[in-house]
């Protein structure tokens, strides 16, 4: 078996000492203390610094570094800006392609308004110079509709006319919504898992079909 030298705890004692002592005066400082070569001495072990070379500076001690803040996506910023103004919302959210399509929706809706106002005007006339008793009165349905039918014919352009303005506040509180979501998922990542395929479409409506748009949104194996 190898003998075991003595330890001398006096030594031992004295180098923690001096350990201490020089760690205090490196304290701070931005270069490493030059190392004991003498091979009998003991080896302290001081935690590098970081060089400071030109404008560089060293962080504070106590405060950590933060790095840049990444402007975020404000949903409610873009929620404002569609009720303002239909669209905006979208340009904020960089969806300029929904635009048109959303006021194309405005402008089909307002045409589908002013089409049945028109004619309820022009049936409810036409009642009203009918029953007045008035002969000097004459509408212009006297030998194609009856008084029935005036009546039948100015309620149902009405009740249209009214569902054009629940449709035209509804495309205006679907285009908020749309904003809101879209704000919401402008950093969400979708990968290539979702298509959206916008395409024509026939719509039935009460005289034949009218034109449309469907929207189809698929999930990718």
Known sequence: MQAQMPVDSAKIDSTRKANLELLKNTKG??????????????????PTTTQVTGNDTLPKRGRPVVADT???HSPKRATIYSALLPGLGQIYNRKWWKVPILYAGFAGVGYAIGFNQKYYSDFRQALKDRIDEDPNTIDPYVNKYSSANLDQLQRYYRKNRDLSYII????????IIDANVDAHLFNFDVGTD????????AIPTYAGYGGGLSLTLKFKN
Do not use: R
Request: hydrophobic share 40%.
């Open 70 to 72: 990444i402007k975020k």
């Open 194 to 201: 979702l298509s959206l395929n916008v395409t024509p479409a």
């Open 168 to 175: 035209l506040g509804a495309v205006y509180v679907l285009n």
């Open 29 to 46: 400082s931005t270069t490493l203390p030059s190392t004991p070569t003498d091979s009998n001495s003991p080896v302290i072990v001081v």
